[in-house]
Nanobody, 122 residues
Framework: QVQLVESGGGLVQAGGSLRLSCAASGRTLLTLTMGWFRQAPGKEREYVAGISNSGVYTYYIDSVKGRFTVSRGDAKNTVFLQMNSLKPEDTAVYYC???????????????WGQGTQVTVSA
């Protein structure tokens, strides 16, 4: 089993930055692909970014390319999502997830965090 806990969400003005963290316990993340999802009120959950277990390969949804960066921590039990140039449309609950899945697909993630709220004001 893997327990995931996100942190780093908050309220920020448009154009600002936030760094989300996802800490794992119960099992190392070393062999697992990690992903970040988000869900805004009234909208379906969408796959924002993914990173392979090696950390070499990454995926981003088009709307965040060039603004968001996903990375793995040196300790291998943390994953980060650096979010720059934030826009009001980035407002959502952000979830991290882990699984034995392909980094560029949203399907099949087995473990989920509880989510952290990101609110971007205009």
């Amino acid at each position: 089993q893997v327990q995931l806990v996100e942190s780093g969400g908050g309220l920020v003005q448009a154009g600002g930055s936030l760094r989300l963290s996802c800490a794992a316990s119960g099992r190392t993340l070393l062999t697992l692909t990690m992903g970040w999802f988000r869900q805004a009120p009234g909208k379906e959950r969408e796959y924002v970014a993914g990173i392979s277990n090696s950390g070499v390969y990454t995926y981003y949804i088009d709307s965040v390319k060039g603004r968001f960066t996903v990375s793995r921590g040196d300790a291998k039990n943390t994953v980060f999502l650096q979010m720059n140039s934030l826009k009001p449309e980035d407002t959502a609950v952000y979830y991290c997830a882990a699984g034995l899945v392909s980094y560029n697909r949203p399907d099949g993630y087995s473990f989920w965090g509880q989510g952290t709220q990101v609110t971007v004001s205009a």
